[in-house]
């Protein structure tokens, strides 16, 4: 379904450039037709190329089973009937050239070199089948011709390049949600491991460790509240640590789930006096929290490790916040170590 749509949207940013190339065009092909004496059979064609082929080939890619291949199809369309269009016109310099720029301009920032070399090939062929059909005749750019053209050398651009910035801008946000997605606990909404490790091994390089926390806590007893009630009242346990955590802390403190149900935080300017008395109130406020939420009083460990020279790593921070968050665990549970 993600790939159906996304060539629905693939379609959709050609569309409109469609329309506007083909409307752009057609001045440079009529005043030939009508200057030149050509076949007024090429009237009738050109009012259906501007009226209906735009439209045709977006209803097409949206009813087909892959849009992005076909509406690729239709790029090559574009391409033939360009080669079409400048045999028309007697291949005069100056139209020919504006009009068969513009289509390959389209196709190098829709797909590349390759795209380009393709279209380069079905203008020719273009040109090949009209010659077979008509006789091209060569005609010199006229002044009334080059005229014709300014519209289009002058507003197709600007048209390609607008699309072109609101794809790579598509692009962007994608990039962004993948890599918020890609650092964020699908449960909680927190920073996950990943984000952490990388964290930890930058704040260890520079000189914000100092005076700074690492924290790392869990919930006493976590087994047997999923052993007892089922691992989605465990879940629901974890997600309100998590909000009374967001509500508890700095904005500029990094909290994240590590794994389970251990949590990690990691704060800078603040003391162990501090650090403890904003553990204990988030002790008191997840003990009411979860009351409330499960008739049940949950209590929460912790281990407060700080930066010092004796540390020559992140890892080595991170296990010694590990070490005392087991020594609460020993001595009793629901309560903080620090170093």
Same mark, same amino acid.
């Given at each position: 379904?993600?790939?159906?749509?996304?060539?629905?949207?693939?379609?959709?940013?050609?569309?409109?450039?469609?329309?506007?190339?083909? !409307?752009?065009?057609?001045?440079?092909?009529?005043?030939?037709?009508?200057?030149?004496?050509?076949?007024?059979?090429?009237?009738?064609?050109?009012?259906?190329?501007?009226?209906?082929?735009?439209?045709?080939?977006?209803?097409?890619?949206?009813?087909?089973?892959?849009?992005?291949?076909?509406?690729?199809?239709?790029?090559?369309?574009?391409?033939?009937?360009?080669?079409?269009?400048?045999?028309?016109?007697?291949?005069?310099?100056?139209?020919?050239?504006?009009?068969?720029?513009?289509?390959?301009?389209?196709?190098?920032?829709?797909?590349?070199?390759?795209?380009?070399?393709?279209?380069?090939?079905?203008?020719?062929?273009?040109?090949?089948?009209?010659?077979?059909?008509?006789?091209?005749?060569?005609?010199?750019?006229?002044?009334?011709?080059?005229?014709?053209?300014?519209?289009?050398?002058?507003?197709?651009?600007?048209?390609?390049?607008?699309?072109?910035?609101?794809?790579?801008?598509?692009?962007?946000?994608?990039?962004?949600?993948?890599?918020?997605?890609?650092?964020?606990?699908?449960?909680?909404?927190?920073?996950?491991?990943?984000?952490?490790?990388?964290?930890?091994?930058?704040?260890?390089?520079?000189?914000?460790?100092?005076?700074?926390?690492?924290?790392?806590?869990?919930?006493?007893?976590?087994?047997?509240?999923?052993?007892?009630?089922?691992?989605?009242?465990?879940?629901?346990?974890?997600?309100?640590?998590?909000?009374?955590?967001?509500?508890?802390?700095?904005?500029?403190?990094?909290?994240?789930?590590?794994?389970?149900?251990?949590?990690?935080?990691?704060?800078?300017?603040?003391?162990?006096?501090?650090?403890?008395?904003?553990?204990?109130?988030?002790?008191?406020?997840?003990?009411?929290?979860?009351?409330?939420?499960?008739?049940?009083?949950?209590?929460?460990?912790?281990?407060?490790?700080?930066?010092?020279?004796?540390?020559?790593?992140?890892?080595?921070?991170?296990?010694?916040?590990?070490? !005392?968050?087991?020594?609460?665990?020993?001595?009793?549970?629901?309560?903080?170590?620090?170093?």
């Amino acid at each position: 379904m993600d790939k159906w749509q996304s060539g629905i949207r693939f379609a959709k940013r050609m569309y409109y450039p469609r329309i506007a190339g083909t !409307l752009l065009c057609s001045p440079i092909i009529f005043v030939s037709i009508i200057q030149f004496d050509q076949p007024k059979i090429l009237i009738f064609a050109l009012a259906l190329n501007v009226l209906m082929w735009p439209h045709l080939a977006y209803r097409i890619a949206r009813q087909a089973k892959d849009p992005y291949k076909t509406e690729i199809l239709n790029l090559s369309f574009d391409s033939l009937f360009c080669g079409l269009w400048i045999s028309s016109i007697g291949l005069n310099s100056f139209g020919s050239i504006s009009m068969s720029a513009m289509v390959i301009l389209n196709t190098i920032a829709t797909g590349g070199v390759r795209f380009m070399r393709r279209g380069v090939l079905l203008q020719a062929l273009g040109v090949f089948l009209y010659g077979i059909v008509f006789d091209i005749s060569l005609q010199e750019s006229p002044a009334s011709s080059a005229w014709a053209s300014l519209p289009l050398l002058a507003i197709y651009p600007m048209i390609v390049g607008f699309a072109s910035y609101q794809l790579a801008s598509e692009l962007q946000k994608t990039k962004f949600t993948l890599k918020s997605l890609s650092v964020t606990d699908d449960l909680t909404g927190l920073l996950n491991r990943r984000y952490v490790n990388q964290t930890l091994s930058d704040f260890a390089e520079s000189s914000r460790c100092m005076n700074s926390l690492l924290i790392l806590m869990d919930i006493d007893n976590f087994k047997k509240i999923n052993d007892s009630y089922g691992h989605d009242v465990g879940d629901k346990a974890l997600c309100l640590l998590s909000e009374t955590l967001k509500n508890s802390l700095r904005p500029d403190d990094v909290i994240a789930r590590f794994g389970g149900d251990e949590f990690c935080i990691i704060m800078w300017n603040t003391s162990q006096d501090q650090a403890v008395k904003i553990i204990s109130r988030i002790q008191c406020a997840f003990k009411e929290n979860s009351l409330d939420a499960f008739n049940e009083s949950l209590s929460i460990s912790a281990g407060i490790a700080s930066w010092d020279s004796t540390l020559e790593s992140a890892s080595q921070w991170f296990i010694r916040a590990d070490q !005392l968050l087991y020594k609460a665990k020993v001595n009793g549970r629901d309560r903080a170590e620090v170093n």
